[in-house]
């Protein structure tokens, strides 16, 4: 068994060179699914045929130019795969094997890329720890203990315990950045029309975004390049114009984000992000969002209303089981959704939930005008224990206070690992800019890992 | 806040075409009046004037022409694959009955 590498760019060089072959690198990810998925509970499905069928296709072409060819990706299960079943994770799914593929999944495809297998999430993306899925939790491969954060539990796993060089995620209201925030890994949350949703399928229709899952900046960058982009399937996609990143960027910490709840090694570890990026010259302000403690609130009303109605569709006919198949988080979000919907509660709940919106979609209007860019916490603590907030829906809701924001404004959020805690869990932040600030991001996010000498790493 | 009630909550499931049992009920009814009560808070927010936002790309009006393409339709097997059909057409729950007094 080869050692896999970290990187597209080893990758593809191992792969130029000869030094291994597609075939070989697929050997690798198998036979490290094979050792760990059953105790980590990572992936639901495996295409190891279809693995091995596009490696050899590869190594038979020989010339792996296409920019993310021999990459080994990973799905989450949301994402529609002709002919591999796709569960959502939910057992009204159970044996759904989808007619046709995702856009991203066809881009991907096309570029060169190997799927390897389809990741556990929570069901339907309702998350924020991997526990609701229907097939059980994942385990965190850096601690058994923890969860990997949610919903995409599994595709933050995968490549955290080295069973795929990347994979594609959700973001609807922090379903990538948090697990790649408890996992160490780069998280990318795109701007609001972006990627294409096309075969993905919907939580919430006006927050829901295309995520991705890689070790370096650089991977991800690669990704976008290949991910984004109009394919006249998803109307919210425009391609977006090329930005230039301000020569003398300046960045905001909002004074509202240090709150009651909020880890004292997390906020250390903010404190070291502003000091590192003072350190090359990049001025830090404090900055004032105010409706941030809004953002919760006004997310788990919209959020759960455009369920109850993305979900109307499952009734068990044209596929699926009935919808007496439903786990306990979806019946929550569809009761709620359909509560501040009703009739009586409409104006109270919902109509206000949007108004604020406009107000929290303002205060980063406002920090934009003085900003290139926000540092922000992803999570308020590390990785919690499994168990540890599954009793209280609540409380995990509380857990989205710093990621549902850049969904609610429909801007892009990069998740960027640092450090790890006394415990030994992986800590990060996030940098958040305005809508199609992506290669912004990108460099600001490059710059801050060169300065700290940032290598990836697996957990096994 | 005024408290959840049974009734309201029933209501709720029908209007969500679900079933509920009695113990999904019990433990729901607590849990959604939380959240509700927490969701409350906005009503502090002054938002007299404010437009509501329902998407944030300031797109409108994304139209496409009205052309079939094959490649992106499913045929009627493909349509069909993924549940029990019968003469070609999806099978749906009857919503009639035969009447007891024939």
């Known amino acids: 068994m080869i050692n896999t590498p970290l990187t597209i760019k080893e990758t593809q060089d191992g792969l130029k060179s000869k030094k291994f072959s597609a075939v070989e690198l697929v050997d690798s990810y198998l036979a490290q699914i094979k050792k760990y998925n059953s105790e980590y509970n990572i992936f639901l499905t495996v295409t190891e045929e279809l693995a091995y069928k596009k490696a050899k296709e590869l190594d038979q072409i020989g010339n792996f130019s296409g920019p993310l060819s021999g990459v080994v990706t990973a799905y989450k299960d949301i994402f529609l795969t002709k002919g591999v079943r796709t569960t959502a994770a939910s057992k009204i799914l159970d044996n759904y094997i989808p007619q046709y593929s995702a856009t991203t999944v066809k881009k991907i495809e096309q570029a060169g890329g190997i799927i390897i297998g389809k990741t556990n999430c929570d069901a339907f993306a309702h998350g924020a720890s991997g526990e ?80 991705s899952l890689a070790h370096t900046v650089d991977d991800i960058e690669i990704m976008y390049d290949v991910l984004k982009g109009e394919d006249g399937l998803d109307g919210n996609v425009v391609n977006p114009k090329p930005q230039t990143l301000n020569p003398k960027p ?35 302000v404090e900055l004032s969002l105010p409706h941030t403690k809004y953002m919760v609130p006004v997310y788990y009303i919209v959020m759960p209303a455009e369920v109850s109605s993305n979900l109307g569709k499952f009734d068990g006919i044209r596929y699926g089981n009935d919808r007496s198949a439903f786990g306990e988080e979806a019946k929550r979000r569809i009761m709620l959704g359909s509560y501040v919907l009703s009739a009586g509660y409409y104006d109270a709940y919902f109509e206000k939930a949007m108004k604020v919106r406009t107000k929290i979609v303002g205060d980063f209007n406002e920090a934009f005008k003085t900003v290139d860019a926000i540092i922000s916490p992803v999570s308020p603590t590390p990785a919690f224990k499994l168990g540890e907030n599954t009793n209280d829906p609540l409380k995990m809701y509380l857990e989205d206070v710093y990621t549902t924001t850049a969904n609610l404004v429909g801007i892009p959020a990069l998740a960027l690992p640092s450090t790890f805690s006394k415990s030994g869990l992986p800590i990060g932040f996030q940098l958040m800019g305005p809508r199609f600030s992506e290669y912004n991001l ?14 990836p790493k697996t957990a096994f | 806040m005024a408290k959840l009630t049974k009734k309201q909550v029933l209501h709720v499931a029908e209007l969500s ?86």
């Open chain 1, 250 to 284: 300046r960045l905001g910490i909002a004074k509202e984000y240090f709150i009651e709840g909020l880890d004292s090694e997390v906020e250390k570890m903010i404190d070291s992000v502003k000091k590192t990026y003072e350190k090359i010259g990049i001025e830090v």
């Open chain 1, 442 to 455: 990108f460099e600001l996010g490059k710059k801050y890992h060169k300065e700290i000498d940032y290598k």
């Open chain 1, 132 to 211: 609701n899925s229907d097939y059980g939790a994942t385990f965190n491969p850096w601690n058994k203990e923890y969860v990997t954060g949610g919903s995409s539990s599994g595709s933050a796993g995968a490549v955290s315990a080295n069973m795929s060089l990347v994979s594609l995620g959700s973001d609807t209201g922090g379903s990538t950045r948090q697990p790649a925030n408890f996992c160490n890994l780069v998280g990318l949350k795109p701007t609001y029309g972006a990627i294409s949703r096309y075969g993905v399928i919907a939580m919430s229709s006006s927050l829901d975004t295309v995520g």
């Open chain 2, 17 to 102: 075409n679900l079933t509920l049992t009695d113990s999904e009920i019990k433990k729901l009814t607590p849990q959604l009046d939380k959240i509700i009560d927490f969701v409350a808070k906005l009503s502090e927010v002054d938002t007299d004037g404010v437009e509501p936002t329902s998407q944030t790309t300031g797109l409108t009006n994304i139209l496409k022409e009205d052309i079939v393409k094959s490649d992106e339709s499913l045929s009627q097997d493909e349509a069909l694959s993924a549940t029990d059909d019968q003469n070609g057409y999806f099978k749906v729950p009857s919503i009639l009955t035969n009447r007891s007094d024939d």
